[in-house]
């Protein structure tokens, strides 16, 4: 079988989830809300960093935790960039989880999940570039980027070059990103019912 397709194969759609969704999702499931909208902005940090810990040492981790104030970074960072999409920012998502909005509290909390599970699936598919390119062989590396970019087109965001596979060889990072964005749109991993 050609590097490209054990690559392709391994990025199936049912393997991410298998392999990295799955375990995302059953940890957000398993986390119980005592309520759906939060008193103050105190209290909505200290639920946002403590669900960032939680979903962090359950799926990442894998047992050590951050400190409360780095939790609450990079939980905020989440939100931060999920609210931006909708021209918001953590006041939104703190309003949301306050008045009960949008879905409240749960809903902010699905979208830690979800940042956290994408960040997961980009290093996932990071991994499996490197252990499926030789690093050292610049030919092979720009190929497995072209055949890639040929088969993995509709997923990949109009700022990428598709037609410089060299541009993405060296570093697929850029190409990844854009490659889960993708799958976020269209995939059923990424749904939520």
């Not at 054990?6 to 995302?24: F, I, K, P, S, Y």
């Not at 409240?104 to 996932?124: H, P």
């Not at 088969?151 to 070059?161: A, D, E, H, Q």
Request: net charge negative.
């Amino acid at each position: 079988m050609a590097a490209i397709d054990t690559l392709l194969t391994a990025m199936d759609e049912r393997q991410l989830a298998r392999n990295v969704g799955l375990h995302h999702d059953e940890a957000r499931m398993r986390y119980q809300l005592r309520s759906n909208t939060v008193a103050d902005f105190p209290e909505f940090k200290r639920i946002i960093a403590d669900y960032y810990n939680y979903h962090f040492t359950t799926c990442i981790s894998r047992g050590g935790s951050l400190p409360q104030a780095e939790a609450y970074g990079r939980a905020k960072e989440i939100l931060e960039r999920e609210y931006r999409r909708r021209d918001g920012d953590i006041t939104s998502a703190f309003n949301d989880a306050h008045d009960g909005t949008n879905g409240g509290l749960r809903v902010v909390l699905d979208k830690l999940a979800d940042g956290l599970k994408v960040a997961s699936v980009e290093l996932y598919i990071t991994e499996l570039f490197d252990r499926h390119v030789t690093p050292s062989d610049w030919d092979q590396k720009v190929e497995i980027v072209r055949q890639f970019m040929e088969r993995c087109g509709p997923y990949l965001g109009s700022s990428i070059s598709v037609g410089q596979p060299e541009r993405y060889a060296q570093n697929y990072s850029e190409l990844i990103r854009e490659y889960v964005r993708g799958l976020q749109s269209s995939s059923a991993m990424f749904r939520r019912f």
